[in-house]
């Protein structure tokens, strides 16, 4: 964190509003996960199911779907084409797993069919990587050594987790939206099962909202900063 003068309290303006919003987030998660994942689908399909059966629908009988470690761990490779699922939804038969399943399903239905904003996404993931921990040294060694030109290349390349997290908003959101209509338009849930999916999908949407949100707020602050010194 930069700080100077009065820059924590600064910094507290800029990041608390995410903060919270984050905490808030996992909160929902947390709640709705916990509640709809102690209750069973009436299919009674479990988890690894579910995203099998989506996957065969959808013609994608050559990804493979996995049992990773982890709590919530679930995600798809779009390198090795594998759909890995956590073990409390690869083994579980609870509504909270048909609907992580089937939105992990969604990604692997974008990949396939070439959903522009996951291959922009994609693209970036080693800027992403290198910006996310390099961009921050670099502006600080520009802020408090070598001039505000340095400090600035080290935002730009910081910059680029803000725009990742931006990105990853319609990637999320397209794909919950195809499992909820996958689930209910498939019958693999029924329809008063589909307000736990909804609330457990939501829960999870909201958290990369808060992750958009501490990103942008970080470069605002960072901007703020090198401003308010050029002006000085």
Known sequence: ???????????????????LLGFWAQFKVQSAFNTYSRKRNASGMTGAEVARRILNMNGLTNVQVEAVNGFLSDHYDPVARVLRLSPEVYHSNSIAAAGIAAHEAGHAIQHHEGYFPLQIRSAIVPAVQIGSWLGPIIFMLGFFLMGNTVAWIGLGLFAATAVFALITLPVEFDASRRAKTVLADGGLVYYGEMEGVNKV???????????????????????????????E
């Open 1 to 19: 964190m930069v700080a100077y003068g009065g820059g924590y309290l600064l910094y507290l303006l800029f990041s608390l509003p995410a903060l």
């Open 201 to 231: 999908l939501d829960a999870a949407a909201l958290t990369y909202v808060a992750a958009a949100v501490q990103a942008i707020s970080t470069v605002l602050y960072y901007i703020f900063l090198l401003s308010g010194r050029q002006r």
